[in-house]
């Protein structure tokens, strides 16, 4: 049987591209589905499909399960999709797992059958006469690209996988289709490999983006190809001693069973080869150019919105945007909050639910860039006092308003990144700094506050990063769409600095590479703040000091970008940081004294075994070759 059937569910999304917009009609043999070039270019249009529903970042555990958002799971309705929220709450089992990406359900899709969509380009790509030798290599290319990187999706998740190197003919026997879990290592190769094969025939650059804008670029796939290689060399997969008994059924060992830095060293080479063609190409950390219908900025706000914008700039005009995908980020409405009394008003426009716990806005920095236990000049034992906002924090606290002074003398990132209470919100159609508005979240008679079991935010305080400045919340919603970056530049400086800091320890190369991102943020560079402001002066020099640093330094300039939950898994961190309660603050009260208590909302359940998906139980039954994931 050579028939072959479509079955795609795109995204939708704002001015999606041509090439994600053409699905091939549900026909034919697999002749006619390569029977010519423009027949050709929608069965790789197939491939690219699965691709664009990882720009969902409520199906995305390294957005979900990060700790950097709580959503409620008692809402009185459900416009989101709360599973991957919820697998901190230890709701993950092995009847109907999570974000199955393994079999395409909860939240997942089927990645296997991406896969096998790809196999069945690569198989039937020679077919049309009409197609360009240049065309069908950047095809080619292509598609391997996407082969690889749905292995790489299923390897972060599941570990050891069945491999799919060519599909299978419809006359296998009943064996040959019972694949097996291959040794972790031989599937980072193998990935490896693909990327490898495909990065000499992709463009450096998008030259029709009117068209193309979304297309797998070299850059991309060599940025790629460094993170696949920083996880293989990274703890949860590099010489892990709680998998050391995990073997298939023949008693193969499906995990490494030493260390091995030479890993890190190939990941560090990696980095440095994706920097450099990055470079060539133009590309520099952004910053923001103030428009025409902005009269006075700031350098504060200037500043912020450098922040804020390398996150949400158009994507045809960011310098530093890498990669991303063809669809929007969808959930602006879960992160502004109700800033005027129109949006009062306008209440059902915006959710305004996805919720920060204060454990993550203690992750910034003080404004001289070292942690806020650590600086020895910042009052940290006494930073729930309240106080209130003053002439010289202006731009980032409402002058007069009375809040905490954990929201004052903070680093850049902290104000562009979290809207807390008495925090300035610049934009929201209000571009004039001198009369911008701010964040009133106390009690349910403020702005922001909860008006009922939808439109709540549990914490009080919201993911502001993810909001476009231009986005206004007022008479409606009138979103600024934008495109949430899959990888950008000042991630793979600091990737760069993670693998040649586990190679080398600290030397001057790493800090250049990490004091690049604290400079756009405004900070000085690590050697200075840390000798001049820290209690531990000396944790730069160390390798497990700077270690410490460059995660926490990931964290912060990434934080919301649905990448922070797959670094900690990666760093097996992400137990630890799940090992104490998420709260916020008493978001009912209206006194500043009685609002700024904490509160727990969220006690997750998290173990060693949630590290890896558990496989569906069935597909044990369906393949006796298979193993469960170990602790499942």
Not at 178 to 206: C, G, H, M, T, W
Not at 308 to 334: M, R
Not at 498 to 522: S, T, W
């Amino acid at each position: 049987m050579r028939s072959i059937y479509f079955l795609i569910l795109l995204l939708s999304a704002v001015s999606c591209k041509k090439y994600l917009n053409v699905t091939p009609e549900n026909v034919g043999t697999l002749e006619y589905a390569f029977r010519n070039r423009n027949e050709a270019e929608n069965y790789l249009f197939t491939c690219y499909s699965t691709l664009q529903f990882f720009a969902n970042v409520t199906m995305n555990a390294g957005f979900t399960s990060s700790s950097e958002i709580i959503y409620p799971n008692n809402l009185s309705e459900h416009p989101v999709f709360e599973g991957g929220f919820n697998m901190i709450r230890g709701t993950q089992n092995v009847i109907s797992p999570s974000l199955n990406y393994w079999d395409g359900d909860n939240g997942g899709v089927p990645l296997y059958v991406a896969i096998r969509r790809c196999n069945t380009f690569l198989d039937n790509i020679d077919l049309p006469v009409d197609l360009s030798v240049g065309e069908k290599k950047r095809w080619i290319a292509e598609a391997k690209f996407m082969k690889a990187y749905y292995h790489f999706y299923l390897a972060r998740m599941y570990g050891s996988i069945p491999v799919i190197r060519k599909n299978l003919p419809v006359n296998a026997s009943t064996e040959a289709v019972r694949l097996k879990r291959e040794p972790v290592d031989s599937v980072f190769n193998y990935i490896v490999q693909l990327l490898n094969e495909a990065i000499p025939d992709l463009p450096p650059s998008i030259e029709n983006q009117v068209k193309e804008l979304g297309r797998v670029t070299s850059i991309a796939a060599m940025s790629v190809k460094a993170e696949v290689l920083a996880t293989q060399a990274s703890p949860l997969f590099n010489g892990n001693a709680d998998y050391a008994g995990f073997k298939d059924k023949d008693g193969i060992a499906l995990f490494s069973s030493g260390y091995d830095e030479q890993k890190w060293q190939r990941a560090a080479d990696a980095c440095k080869e994706a920097i450099l063609a990055s470079e060539a190409q133009g590309l520099h950390l952004y910053t923001f150019i103030v428009p025409a219908n902005i009269s006075k900025l700031s350098d504060s706000l200037k500043q912020l919105l450098t922040i804020q914008n390398a996150v949400t700039e158009k994507w045809d005009v960011n310098p530093e945007l890498i990669w991303a995908l063809n669809p929007t980020f969808g959930y602006q409405s879960c992160c502004i909050p109700r800033l005027t009394s129109k949006a009062v008003v306008n209440v059902t426009s915006a959710s305004s639910n996805f919720a920060v716990p204060e454990s993550e806005t203690e992750l910034f920095y003080t404004r001289n860039g070292v942690p806020i236990n650590e600086d020895k000049t910042w009052d940290y034992a006494g930073r729930y006092d309240l106080r209130s906002g003053d002439l010289a924090n202006k731009y980032y606290i409402r002058e007069g308003y009375e809040t905490i002074k954990a929201h004052f003398n903070r680093e850049p990132r902290f104000y562009a990144s979290i809207g807390f209470d008495g925090g300035i919100w610049f934009g929201n159609g209000v571009l004039d700094q001198e009369n911008a508005l701010s964040v009133q979240a106390r009690g349910n008679t403020s702005f922001a506050g909860p008006k009922d079991l939808i439109r709540i935010n549990i914490t009080g305080n919201w993911p502001k990063k993810l909001v476009h400045y231009q986005t206004v919340f007022d008479d409606g919603l009138q979103e600024v769409a934008y495109h949430l970056p899959m990888i950008r530049l000042a991630g793979l400086y600091l990737l760069y600095a993670e693998a040649l800091n586990e190679v080398k320890g600290p030397n001057a190369e790493v800090f250049q590479y990490i004091d690049r991102v604290r400079q756009r943020a405004g900070l000085q560079g690590i050697q200075d703040a840390w000798s001049n402001y820290s209690r531990s002066p000396g944790k730069p020099s160390t390798k497990d000091g700077l270690r410490q640093i460059i995660h926490q330094e990931r964290r912060i300039e990434l934080c919301f970008e649905a990448q922070s939950g797959w670094d900690l898994r990666r760093w097996k961190e992400l137990q630890g940081v799940l090992s104490n309660p998420l709260q916020g603050w008493s978001i009912y009260e209206t006194s500043p004294a009685n609002y700024y208590r904490l509160q727990t909302q969220l006690v997750p359940s998290y173990g060693i075994r949630e590290y890896l998906w558990p496989v569906k139980d069935i597909n044990l039954t369906i393949n006796p070759n298979l193993v469960q994931s170990l602790y499942w």
